[in-house]
């Protein structure tokens, strides 16, 4: 699997996908995340950390890929 820029395309709401964003000073981190719209914030990704729910904005996500299909077993 590829990265695919946010530029090009996004993917469906509410699908899980694993996205890439410009961290803290720039560094590249990554999280799985679901895409949603709403009236507040318009499209955006929403992840999850021990903390609770977090939002990226789309100045933060650069890029996205589905995740793999988990282990048979």
């Known amino acids: 699997m590829e990265w695919i820029s946010v530029k090009e395309r ?4 509410g699908v899980e996908v694993l996205v890439l964003w ?5 560094k590249k ?11 507040d914030y318009g499209w955006h990704f929403r992840y999850y950390d021990i903390d609770g729910a977090n939002l ?6 650069t890029h996205w890929m589905p995740l793999p299909e988990p282990p048979k077993q």
């Open 10 to 13: 996004l993917p469906r709401q």
């Open 22 to 26: 410009k961290g803290h000073k720039n």
């Open 29 to 39: 981190q990554r999280a799985v995340a679901t895409l949603w719209k709403d009236k």
């Open 56 to 61: 990226l904005d789309d100045s933060q996500a």
